[in-house]
């Protein structure tokens, strides 16, 4: 029983797609170890955001959704998108710009500046590396969430004629630099308190460390934020004298993670970068369907935090219960954990592993995934 935690209230928001299917397989999680551990957990399933509420009210949320978010403790998100195919003209289809845009307005109006993607290869998971020591890759990537590439600001001039001009700018800050990459070293440290020295890292500029940040940035062709990020980023290290560092810039760094995934540890980049590393990250654990996320302000626990897979919608098999709710239900146990639920999310973190390994193909639907992991916790 997680005694010491509070009561906390869920905003369940199954989404679109595939989001649906995995979110009822994460209720039949949360259930049962509300029942089994005790838990004092409570939550309301919202039908918002999705592309199902735009269709009747022309937008993807209501226009107080922000405010509505933050009467709970936690948001659970399934999956947003759904473009449907081309030819169906039938289908109600909206570009990603509207479908997705409620992640970045929780992110932005929450103030969750940090975005936490483990990638840990477990047991039993499909392997996409022929390297024997990509059994090995167990690494965090931390991506900025607030503002760097994505901050929307630009626009088109003379659109639509052989003389437009479209401007996209990045803005990068100090204080957004600054918090990120001290979580970063933060978040190592607890890595190393946790693993000890089971871990051993040997590409970082302080020699052999038990821990290490990498920092991630384009510094060689955009030196202005990537000076900025450097110059803080050793700044904050002198405070952590026990993790190791290095510095890749984003292009070695996507070669390094197909080449030597096992020798990194914590990876801090940018809102772009990171959006990019993590995907690659998630092939190296074993595929989208076993990768988690959260969206969180280290400093503020006043305002709730988002919790999503990374799968996306995956409208193309929508509704034939082929999803994988294993990412969804390793984000519940980030989410658990979050919350103070710490024991009851390494048991459905236990259980997920002990369903990769003891599972036997042929592959199993979304339900049929979601029992042999409840099975464990039984």
């Given at each position: ?7 906390a ?58 405010q509505?978010a ?14 449907g ?61 607030s ?7 630009g ?34 440290r ?5 693993h ?30 990537g ?42 980049a ?40 990374t ?21 519940t146990?980030m989410?658990?954990e ?41």
């Amino acid at each position: 029983m997680n005694a010491t935690a509070k009561d906390a209230r869920i905003a369940l928001m199954p989404g679109d797609g595939i989001g649906t299917e995995v979110m009822e397989q994460a209720v039949r999680v949360l259930e049962l170890l509300r029942e089994q551990d005790a838990l004092p957990l409570s939550w309301d399933t919202l039908d918002w955001p999705s592309t199902a509420w735009h269709r009747e009210h022309g937008q993807m949320m209501p226009d107080d959704a922000l405010q509505q978010a933050c009467e709970y403790d936690a948001l659970l998100l399934g999956a947003l998108g759904d473009p449907g195919p081309l030819e169906d003209k039938a289908r109600y289809r909206l570009p990603d710009g509207i479908s997705l845009a409620p992640l970045l307005t929780f992110r932005k109006g929450l103030d969750l500046w940090a975005c936490e993607r483990p990638a840990r290869l477990l047991p039993g998971a499909p392997r996409y590396l022929a390297d024997p020591r990509a059994e090995q890759v167990d690494m965090l990537v931390i991506r900025e969430n607030s503002e760097g590439e994505y901050v929307n600001q630009g626009g088109r001039l003379q659109q639509g004629t052989p003389h437009e001009v479209a401007t996209q700018l990045e803005i990068f800050t100090r204080r957004g630099t600054e918090r990120l990459i001290r979580h970063a070293f933060v978040r190592a440290r607890e890595r190393l308190q946790d693993h000890g020295a089971e871990r051993s890292f040997f590409c970082t500029e302080k020699g052999s460390a038990a821990a290490q940040v990498c920092l991630i940035t384009k510094r060689n062709a955009q030196p202005a934020w990537g000076e900025l990020y450097t110059e803080v980023f050793a700044e904050v290290a002198r405070e952590f004298p026990e993790i190791g560092v290095s510095h890749q810039l984003v292009d070695a760094a996507c070669m390094k993670f197909v080449q030597c995934p096992w020798e990194f540890d914590v990876v801090v980049a940018s809102n772009l970068h990171g959006d990019i590393l993590t995907d690659l990250a998630a092939v190296l654990s074993g595929g989208l369907g076993l990768a988690p996320s959260c969206n969180i302000n280290p400093d503020n626990r006043d305002r709730p935090a988002l919790f999503e897979p990374t799968h996306g919608s995956a409208p193309d098999i929508a509704g034939q219960g082929k999803a994988n709710p294993a990412a969804m239900l390793l984000t519940t146990a980030m989410m658990l954990e979050w919350l103070g639920f710490g024991l009851s999310a390494e048991r459905l973190r236990g259980a997920v592993a002990q369903d990769l390994v003891t599972s036997t193909p042929p592959a199993r639907g979304c339900k049929e995934v979601a029992d042999g992991i409840i099975a464990h916790l039984v």
